[in-house]
Each structure stands twice: as C-alpha cells, then as structure tokens.
C-alpha cells in the first residue's frame, strides 16, 4: 500500500564538503580576527570550538547520516550508527 508523502531530496554529497569549507573559512576569518588585541569580532550566531554553529554542525550530521542510510538502502535498525558515524566524520573534517 503507497502512502503518499512528500519526500525532500537529499543534498548533494558536494554540498555537505561546500558547507564543510565555508565553516572552515569562516573559522579561520574569526580566528584571525580575534589574533588582533581590542579587536571586536561580530557574530550572528552562536558558534562552536570547531567554528562551527550547533545549527550547522546538526545540518552537516543530518546530512551525511542520510547518505550512510542511502548507501545501505534504508535498512531499518541502524539509524543510531548511521548517526554516530556521521558524527565522528564531521568533527574530524571540522577540526
């Protein structure tokens, strides 16, 4: 029986390592900034250690367990390891 659900199209694996450079580049931006003495550096939102926002970093995981997912087409009952891993993977590009 086919339910009819609205199903997002996932990212591109390409967007997940853009997303990756930009928090990298914006890390290095804040870094150099706050290299400067009395300098003031603005910020939209909160950011983590790895120059990343919580909001971001979430997105990146999302993003990369879908793909863990994906690759073993949906099999139920390893939606926690998908999850960790892309964790993992994440942090360490984001380090």
Do not use: C
């Not at 990756?20 to 870094?31: C, G, Q, S």
């Not at 909160?46 to 990343?52: F, K, M, T």
């Amino acid at each position: 029986m086919a339910t009819n659900q609205h199903v997002t199209p996932p990212p591109s694996a390409a967007s997940v390592k853009n997303r990756a450079a930009r928090v990298a580049a914006e890390k290095a931006r804040l870094t150099k900034a706050q290299a400067k003495p009395g300098a003031k550096v603005k910020t939209a939102k909160l950011v983590s250690a790895s120059g990343a926002s919580d909001q971001e970093r979430y997105e990146m995981i999302a993003e990369a367990a879908y793909f863990r997912a994906a690759d073993r087409n949906f099999a139920p009952g390893h939606e926690i390891d998908d999850w960790v891993a892309a964790e993992k993977e994440i942090d360490l590009m984001l380090k």
